[in-house]
């Protein structure tokens, strides 16, 4: 028997020195995203796409995470996070290190991108930097196609201060009466029904060198500000500034006095397109004193929610140049596979007049031989997943399809599909997360698309978001009724499908189809179930069983044996999970953790997480899936889903976790995990104090990049589609 080793000293582990703040750890995963923009390996056109995502998620940021900590203080809350920070504090760390982020973004898309652009033929001009036939262009496109949309608001006594929508770009203008000197301030909409950036047509896209460009044009609110005599006639015009808002757009929902869930979110979403309290002004650098106090007046904000900048504003409107027709500048085109298994499938007929005389096994004969990993975006999500809901809305022998749906596309094959299904006469029943963050608009059209045809849709649970991503397939074969399962850590999305990295597990064991059968019957109706025969549900037995999960290795290291955990996810805020990796650390539990975003665990404290390694992973595509390994004595333990260690996830929505019973596919999976801790290109080592260290090959030749190794492993197992 090995020998026992003595427990460790008491610490108290509540102690805010080991937390890192949640924001702020959020901040530096969104300066990860903006290396990528700046790193020189990085495709050109990629590093547009970065700048855009690096402002699209600091948008989302303040819409949510900075609104409620000024909610919070305007409620004088004082309690404190775990990592002993008021909220007041919170918002001065926030600007503190988001200054020098904004400021680099933007130095970087004007002092390094743009001359790179304008290199490789692309030219994002000033309207000054304009030739006179480029100017006429631009001057009759703008009487022809923006002058009628324009609305200028005067602001006056008699005319109050315009309500300014989220996200919008304006031009603040300064007029002058000519006869009385008196000079106004107006406001004028860009309108973002436009497209932000107007090309030239090519006979007008000649570069100082004589040759054609890749792109010419300038920003739609250049071609506004120098036509500005049309809006304002007879009156001269003595300076414009662009500004932009960014509004509180969280959802406030009563939901225990809500009678209609539905009706109750269509009236929050009116709300937020009208907008909340402004948290944010973006101006340029060169915005007078006078105006720049004006609009902080007007808007009610104070100099700490200025965030000025030298260049354009709204960099999230970048992202349109990823449509430009250069594939040079991109990273190559993703290639996706079917898996083996599942090519010379025998397809459904949709025609009910033509037998079905095709060869080959159908799609429940290949699951019924062994469970499926499916691993996107290296494998198709269409020849995979889209592809079992679309066999069983056309297989006569099913008689159920039961879902989740979180986040969707629009005119999604799957809708499509559970449409089709119910016109076939199955019963078909789907719970649509109508609180699911800024998708609230297209979960209600799919919501009553599908109501429309039979489906039964519930609309999530009060006090719960429904975060699983399951589906189940009811069929009879012969004399009995078998359960197909589909369990996954991403939504039922096929545009993101393309672009996150995610798993799903396709199998018809009986206890997973009993297990889901509990979970739509706790989901739709009124049931409480509490325990389940494999797989973990929040916020039910989740987190008990992640901590005994945790404390099973640490038990077995201080019985002398090994103990490993592995686990790959999202985000790791929740204290409890963080207190019990500390204490399994201290124990001498070798831990390793894949966390692409939030991760407030400290790992490398001397008697802490010595034994802890934290990295995040940030590429082409966005690590979405959730993996989970316990050593286990070498009995080992593995998992997939939809939940992160967060107290969301945990305690206040529907998650699901599925072990991996199939040996192949544990492997896989570890295989995967071992990859991914490989990677020298696009991990980065979290630090003790919060901040992370890019790893670096020694050469081009050791560079070892996990996304791209999982692509060619793919490629390799099969043929592309």
């Given at each position: 028997?090995?020998?026992?080793?003595k427990t460790?000293?008491?610490?108290?582990?509540?102690?805010?020195?080991?937390?890192i703040?949640?924001?702020?750890?959020?901040?530096?995963?969104?300066s990860?995203?903006l290396h990528?923009a700046?790193?020189?390996?990085?495709?050109l056109l990629?590093r547009?796409?970065f700048?855009?995502?690096?402002?699209s998620n600091?948008?989302?940021?303040?819409?949510?995470?900075v609104?409620?900590l000024?909610q919070?203080?305007?409620?004088?809350?004082?309690?404190?996070t775990?990592?002993g920070?008021t909220?007041?504090q919170?918002?001065?760390?926030?600007?503190?290190?988001?200054?020098?982020l904004?400021k680099?973004?933007?130095?970087?898309?004007?002092?390094?991108?743009?001359?790179l652009?304008?290199?490789?033929?692309?030219?994002?001009?000033?309207y000054?930097e304009?030739?006179?036939?480029q100017?006429n262009?631009?001057?009759?496109y703008f009487?022809?196609?923006i002058?009628p949309v324009?609305?200028?608001?005067?602001?006056?006594p008699?005319h109050p201060?315009?309500?300014?929508?989220?996200?919008?770009l304006?031009?603040?203008v300064?007029?002058k009466?000519?006869?009385t000197?008196?000079?106004?301030?107006?406001?004028?909409?860009?309108p973002?029904?436009?497209?932000r950036?107007?090309?030239?047509?090519s006979?007008?896209?000649i570069d100082?060198?004589?040759?054609t460009?890749?792109?010419?044009?300038?920003?739609?609110?250049?071609?506004?500000?120098?036509?500005?005599?049309?809006?304002?006639?007879g009156?001269?015009?003595?300076e414009?500034?662009?500004?932009?808002?960014?509004r509180?757009?969280?959802?406030?929902?009563e939901?225990?006095?809500?009678?209609?869930?539905?009706?109750?979110?269509?009236?929050?979403?009116?709300?937020r397109?009208?907008?909340?309290?402004?948290?944010?002004?973006?101006?340029?650098?060169q915005t007078p004193e006078?105006?720049?106090s004006?609009?902080?007046?007007?808007?009610e904000?104070?100099?700490?929610?200025?965030?000025?900048?030298?260049?354009?504003?709204?960099?999230?409107?970048?992202?349109?140049f990823?449509?430009?027709?250069?594939p040079?500048?991109?990273d190559?085109?993703?290639?996706s596979?079917?898996?083996?298994r599942?090519?010379?499938l025998?397809?459904?007929?949709?025609?009910?007049?033509?037998l079905d005389v095709e060869?080959?096994k159908?799609f429940f004969?290949?699951?019924?031989?062994?469970?499926?990993?499916?691993?996107?975006?290296?494998?198709?999500?269409s020849?995979t997943?889209?592809r079992?809901?679309t066999?069983?809305?056309?297989?006569?022998?099913?008689?159920?399809?039961?879902?989740?749906l979180?986040?969707?596309s629009?005119?999604?094959?799957?809708?499509?599909?559970?449409?089709?299904?119910?016109?076939?006469g199955?019963?078909?029943?789907v719970?649509?997360?109508?609180k699911?963050?800024?998708?609230?608009?297209n979960?209600?059209?799919?919501?009553r698309?599908?109501e429309r045809?039979?489906v039964?849709?519930?609309?999530?649970?009060?006090?719960?978001k429904t975060?699983?991503?399951?589906?189940?397939v009811?069929?009879?074969?012969?004399?009995?009724?078998?359960?197909?399962?589909?369990?996954?850590?991403?939504n039922?999305n096929p545009?993101?499908?393309?672009?996150?990295t995610?798993l799903?597990?396709?199998?018809c064991?009986?206890?997973?189809g009993?297990?889901?059968?509990?979970?739509?019957n706790?989901?739709t109706?009124?049931?409480?179930?509490?325990?389940y025969r494999?797989i973990?549900?929040?916020?039910?037995?989740?987190?008990?069983?992640f901590?005994e999960l945790i404390?099973?290795?640490?038990e077995?290291v201080?019985?002398?044996f090994?103990?490993?955990?592995v686990?790959?996810?999202?985000?790791?805020?929740?204290?409890?999970?963080?207190t019990?990796?500390?204490?399994?650390s201290?124990?001498?539990?070798q831990?390793?953790?894949i966390?692409?975003?939030?991760?407030?665990?400290?790992?490398?404290?001397?008697?802490?997480s010595e034994?802890?390694?934290?990295i995040?992973i940030?590429?082409?595509?966005?690590e979405?899936?959730?993996?989970?390994?316990?050593?286990?004595?070498?009995?080992?333990?593995i998992?997939?889903g939809?939940?992160d260690w967060?107290?969301?996830?945990?305690?206040?929505r529907?998650?699901?976790?599925?072990?991996?019973?199939?040996?192949?596919i544990?492997k896989d999976l570890?295989?995967i995990?071992?990859?991914?801790?490989a990677?020298?290109?696009q991990?980065?080592?979290?630090?003790?104090?919060g901040t992370?260290?890019?790893?670096?090959p020694?050469?081009?030749?050791?560079?070892?990049n996990?996304q791209?190794?999982?692509?060619?492993m793919?490629?390799?197992?099969?043929?592309?589609t």
């Amino acid at each position: 028997m090995p020998k026992s080793k003595k427990t460790a000293p008491s610490i108290n582990l509540n102690d805010s020195k080991y937390y890192i703040n949640r924001e702020l750890s959020w901040l530096e995963f969104n300066s990860r995203v903006l290396h990528e923009a700046c790193d020189q390996r990085t495709p050109l056109l990629e590093r547009l796409k970065f700048l855009a995502i690096f402002s699209s998620n600091l948008d989302e940021f303040f819409m949510v995470r900075v609104a409620a900590l000024k909610q919070q203080v305007d409620a004088k809350v004082n309690s404190l996070t775990p990592d002993g920070r008021t909220p007041e504090q919170q918002l001065d760390e926030i600007r503190l290190h988001l200054n020098p982020l904004v400021k680099k973004q933007n130095e970087q898309f004007e002092q390094v991108l743009q001359p790179l652009l304008a290199n490789h033929g692309i030219h994002i001009l000033k309207y000054i930097e304009m030739n006179e036939k480029q100017r006429n262009y631009l001057d009759n496109y703008f009487k022809e196609q923006i002058f009628p949309v324009l609305t200028p608001l005067a602001v006056d006594p008699s005319h109050p201060f315009p309500y300014i929508s989220n996200l919008s770009l304006n031009l603040a203008v300064v007029v002058k009466n000519p006869e009385t000197e008196e000079e106004f301030f107006a406001r004028v909409k860009v309108p973002n029904v436009l497209p932000r950036f107007i090309p030239l047509p090519s006979e007008l896209g000649i570069d100082n060198n004589g040759k054609t460009a890749n792109w010419i044009g300038v920003p739609l609110e250049q071609a506004i500000a120098h036509n500005l005599e049309y809006l304002f006639p007879g009156m001269n015009i003595q300076e414009y500034h662009p500004f932009r808002i960014t509004r509180d757009a969280d959802l406030e929902l009563e939901e225990d006095e809500a009678d209609d869930l539905l009706l109750a979110i269509e009236q929050e979403l009116r709300k937020r397109r009208m907008g909340g309290t402004p948290v944010r002004l973006e101006i340029q650098s060169q915005t007078p004193e006078v105006l720049r106090s004006r609009l902080l007046q007007d808007l009610e904000l104070s100099e700490n929610d200025v965030y000025a900048v030298d260049g354009l504003l709204g960099l999230r409107d970048l992202m349109y140049f990823m449509a430009l027709p250069l594939p040079e500048l991109k990273d190559p085109p993703r290639q996706s596979v079917v898996p083996s298994r599942l090519q010379r499938l025998r397809e459904p007929s949709i025609d009910p007049d033509v037998l079905d005389v095709e060869e080959g096994k159908d799609f429940f004969a290949v699951i019924r031989e062994k469970d499926l990993l499916v691993h996107h975006p290296y494998q198709s999500f269409s020849g995979t997943v889209e592809r079992f809901i679309t066999h069983a809305a056309w297989d006569p022998q099913v008689l159920a399809i039961k879902m989740t749906l979180y986040r969707t596309s629009g005119d999604s094959p799957i809708v499509n599909a559970l449409i089709a299904a119910a016109e076939n006469g199955k019963q078909v029943s789907v719970l649509v997360e109508l609180k699911a963050r800024f998708d609230e608009e297209n979960n209600i059209y799919w919501a009553r698309r599908l109501e429309r045809v039979g489906v039964h849709v519930v609309y999530g649970l009060v006090g719960l978001k429904t975060h699983s991503k399951i589906v189940m397939v009811v069929r009879r074969e012969k004399a009995r009724m078998r359960r197909y399962v589909h369990i996954g850590t991403g939504n039922y999305n096929p545009k993101t499908a393309r672009l996150y990295t995610d798993l799903g597990l396709l199998s018809c064991r009986e206890e997973l189809g009993a297990d889901l059968t509990d979970v739509f019957n706790f989901l739709t109706g009124y049931s409480r179930q509490k325990t389940y025969r494999e797989i973990l549900v929040a916020p039910v037995n989740m987190r008990d069983r992640f901590l005994e999960l945790i404390n099973r290795e640490m038990e077995n290291v201080q019985n002398g044996f090994s103990g490993r955990i592995v686990a790959k996810m999202n985000s790791l805020v929740d204290p409890e999970i963080i207190t019990a990796l500390y204490n399994a650390s201290r124990a001498g539990v070798q831990i390793d953790l894949i966390v692409r975003g939030i991760c407030c665990l400290r790992p490398g404290l001397k008697d802490i997480s010595e034994n802890i390694r934290i990295i995040s992973i940030i590429g082409r595509f966005l690590e979405h899936s959730r993996i989970f390994y316990f050593y286990n004595n070498n009995q080992e333990e593995i998992y997939i889903g939809s939940a992160d260690w967060m107290r969301r996830n945990l305690d206040r929505r529907v998650e699901v976790i599925t072990p991996i019973r199939d040996p192949e596919i544990a492997k896989d999976l570890q295989e995967i995990l071992g990859i991914m801790l490989a990677d020298n290109r696009q991990a980065w080592d979290l630090q003790a104090d919060g901040t992370y260290i890019q790893r670096r090959p020694y050469d081009d030749s050791q560079e070892a990049n996990s996304q791209k190794i999982l692509m060619s492993m793919a490629l390799r197992s099969t043929h592309t589609t």
